[in-house]
């Protein structure tokens, strides 16, 4: 009985945070979490806003590579807005450090669809932003997110920009989408090539609009300025 008594019960970060979200004794396996959510790009809002929480609570402990890794998974996971969820939770001194500064650049450049603008500052910050697996995939996938959200048929340059692509590599990527995207290739007037996507309630304003499962019409008027 005593042995049983000595035995300590293991439970996932999940549960930690669950059970006592508050518990600063479990802010280095929150740590530990975020290391493993970028080696292995798992993901997990809320128990990287439970550290962040409890970095309020002890500014001390905070660990600046940490919380960019916390922003940068953040922007992964775009066009939700968990980078501004996680933003607020992060103090005003802290924000002015550099790299702080070039993540909130960075973001605001996603969610005003300036790529060429995104990808250049990309170029200049690779050493913090290729410490994050899977990186450049998720911000393409965004990409294409946003561009289907606003054309039916979108020209070869303009996602060359959008996904910062060019030559053979976009080959690749355009036969990967014909094949499991649903995408097509046209040839326009000229020589250029136009990629028809699928049709969605924004670019086919006939469709039935889902409200349970769109993006805000204040998001894409945000953005359509930017690309039309």
């Not at 807005?81 to 001194?93: A, T």
């Not at 790529?115 to 450049?136: H, I, T």
């Not at 911000?139 to 996602?159: D, F, G, M, N």
Request: hydrophobic share 45%; with cysteine; charged share 20%.
């Amino acid at each position: 009985m005593a042995k049983e008594a000595q035995q300590q019960v293991s439970y996932t970060v999940e549960e930690l945070v669950a059970v006592n979200p508050y518990n600063p004794d479990i802010l280095a396996d929150l740590e530990n979490y975020v290391n493993e959510q970028v080696s292995s790009q798992k993901y997990s809002l809320d128990a990287n806003l439970c550290l962040l929480r409890l970095y309020q609570c002890e500014p001390e402990r905070m660990s600046p590579p940490i919380v960019a890794r916390i922003l940068i998974k953040a922007l992964m996971a775009m066009p939700a807005q968990d980078f501004s969820l996680c933003l607020f939770l992060i103090p005003e001194q802290v924000q002015s450090e550099e790299q702080f500064k070039t993540l909130i650049v960075l973001s605001h450049y996603l969610e005003t669809a300036r790529f060429r603008l995104f990808w250049d500052e990309v170029a200049k910050n690779r050493s913090l932003l290729e410490s994050v697996p899977g990186f450049q995939q998720a911000i393409e996938a965004y990409a294409v997110h946003v561009l289907s959200l606003i054309y039916q048929k979108v020209p070869r340059a303009v996602l060359a920009e959008a996904i910062n692509k060019e030559g053979l590599a976009l080959d690749q990527f355009l036969e990967y989408h014909v094949a499991n995207s649903g995408w097509a290739i046209e040839k326009s007037q000229g020589r250029s090539q136009l990629i028809v996507l699928p049709p969605n309630e924004f670019n086919h304003p006939e469709l039935k609009k889902n409200a349970s499962d769109s993006v805000s019409y204040e998001h894409v008027t945000r953005i359509f300025p930017v690309l039309s």
